[in-house]
T-cell receptor, first 112, second 111 residues
Framework: SQTIHQWPATLVQPVGSPLSLECTVE??????LYWYRQAAGRGLQLLFY??????ISSEVPQNLSASRPQDRQFILSSKKLLLSDSGFYLC???????????FGPGTRLTVT | LAKTTQPISMDSYEGQEVNITCSHN???????ITWYQQFPSQGPRFIIQ???TKVTNEVASLFIPADRKSSTLSLPRVSLSDTAVYYC????????????FGTGTRLTIIP
């Protein structure tokens, strides 16, 4: 069966510090991978998605970046965090051509 | 991408049937309708998907009228554990690998 992992689960970082969140998927190959952010009490905002290794589509211009160094690994990064980067970060995967997405447990980031 | 409109929030009592309607006036011919459920501090979970008429699974039913400009998620005999945010998404299967979640409907079940 397929599983998706995210870490860390929670993170408190000062403004201006770097960020690296990792997501890995097991039990499937060539998945589509997604990064979402959810501010408190708000809906999900799609940040990046990838349909293959090295292929990254950015949805929202900001100080975040994403990389996909391996087929089932998706990394979200920032060189300098802003207060507005606080939120609940969710990684998801799905099979191409199918709508159903599977979400990871999420990382709650607080920028202080 | 077809834009969707849902009520921001709804309340219901335990044991009742709950219907959440989503409007998608500019839905395209190839678009499917998908609903997700999200509990606090968790990622969304797929509930049901349909193209037209009615779809039913062990969790919910999805009603889609002939013009497909709206859809209704029906939850039978809700319990407190159905308190969650429900999202309606519209998109075509083969070409649209980007799924956009709106703000969803916050459903609160009252004991």
């Amino acid at each position: 069966s397929q599983t998706i992992h995210q870490w860390p689960a929670t993170l408190v970082q000062p403004v201006g510090s770097p960020l690296s969140l990792e997501c890995t998927v097991e039990g499937t190959s060539n998945p589509n991978l997604y990064w979402y952010r959810q501010a408190a009490g708000r809906g999900l905002q799609l940040l990046f998605y990838s349909v293959g290794i090295g292929q990254i589509s950015s949805e929202v211009p900001q100080n975040l970046s994403a990389s996909r160094p391996q087929d089932r690994q998706f990394i979200l990064s920032s060189k300098k965090l802003l207060l507005s980067d606080s939120g609940f970060y969710l990684c998801a995967w799905k099979t191409q051509g199918v709508h159903e997405q599977y979400f990871g447990p999420g990382t709650r980031l607080t920028v202080t | 991408l077809a834009k969707t409109t849902q009520p921001i929030s709804m309340d219901s009592y335990e044991g009742q049937e709950v219907n959440i309607t989503c409007s998608h006036n500019n839905i395209a011919t190839n678009d499917y309708i998908t609903w997700y459920q999200q509990f606090p501090s968790q990622g969304p979970r797929f509930i049901i998907q349909g193209y037209k008429t009615k779809v039913t699974n062990e969790v919910a039913s999805l009603f889609i009228p002939a013009d497909r400009k709206s859809s209704t998620l029906s939850l039978p005999r809700v319990s407190l554990s159905d308190t969650a945010v429900y999202y309606c998404l519209v998109g075509d299967l083969p070409g649209n690998e980007k799924l956009t979640f709106g703000t969803g409907t916050r459903l609160t079940i009252i004991p």
